[in-house]
C-alpha cells in the first residue's frame, strides 16, 4: 500500500486547511486509517483514526470539535478537515494505514505510511 497525503500550507489562526491522504494498493475499505502529526523537536503524535467504512472515529482531545476526519472508499481517500486552526496545531502530517478491524492510536499499530504533509499556522 501507498499512501500520499497532501493539502498542508500556511494558515492564519482561526483558518481551516483540508488535508487528504490517497491510497493505492490492497482493498482500501479494509484499512483502519489514522492521521498524526510531528512539530519540530517533539514526538509524533496521535491525532485521530477512522475505521472500516468509516463506522467509527475516535479524536485526541487536543482537536476534539476542531477536526473531522472521513474517508471516501469509492476514491481511496481518507480527509482530515482542520478548523479553529492554532499555532499550536503547526506540524508535518501524516498518514497511516492498519489493515485491521480496529481503531489504533499507536503509531506502531499501524503498518503503512504517507510522507507527510506540512501545516503551518500563524498567530
Known amino acids: 500500500v501507498q499512501l500520499q497525503a497532501f493539502g498542508g500550507g500556511l494558515v492564519q489562526a482561526g483558518g481551516s486547511l483540508r488535508l487528504s491522504c490517497a491510497a493505492s494498493?490492497?482493498?482500501?475499505?479494509?484499512?483502519?486509517m489514522g492521521w498524526f502529526r510531528q512539530a519540530p523537536g517533539k514526538e509524533r503524535e496521535f491525532v485521530s483514526a477512522?475505521?472500516?467504512?468509516?463506522?467509527?472515529?475516535y479524536y485526541a482531545d487536543s482537536v476534539k470539535g476542531r477536526f473531522t476526519i472521513s474517508r471516501d472508499d469509492t476514491k481511496n481517500t481518507v480527509y482530515l478537515q482542520m478548523n479553529s486552526l492554532k499555532p499550536e496545531d503547526t506540524a508535518v502530517y501524516y498518514c497511516?494505514?492498519?489493515?485491521?478491524?480496529?481503531?489504533?492510536?499507536?503509531?506502531?499499530?499501524?503498518?503503512?505510511w504517507g510522507q507527510g504533509t506540512e501545516l503551518t499556522v500563524s498567530s
Open positions: 497511516a494505514a492498519d489493515f485491521a478491524e480496529r481503531l489504533p492510536i499507536s503509531p506502531a499499530l499501524y503498518d503503512y
Open positions: 494498493g490492497r482493498p482500501f475499505g479494509m484499512y483502519a
Open positions: 477512522i475505521g472500516w467504512r468509516g463506522a467509527s472515529t
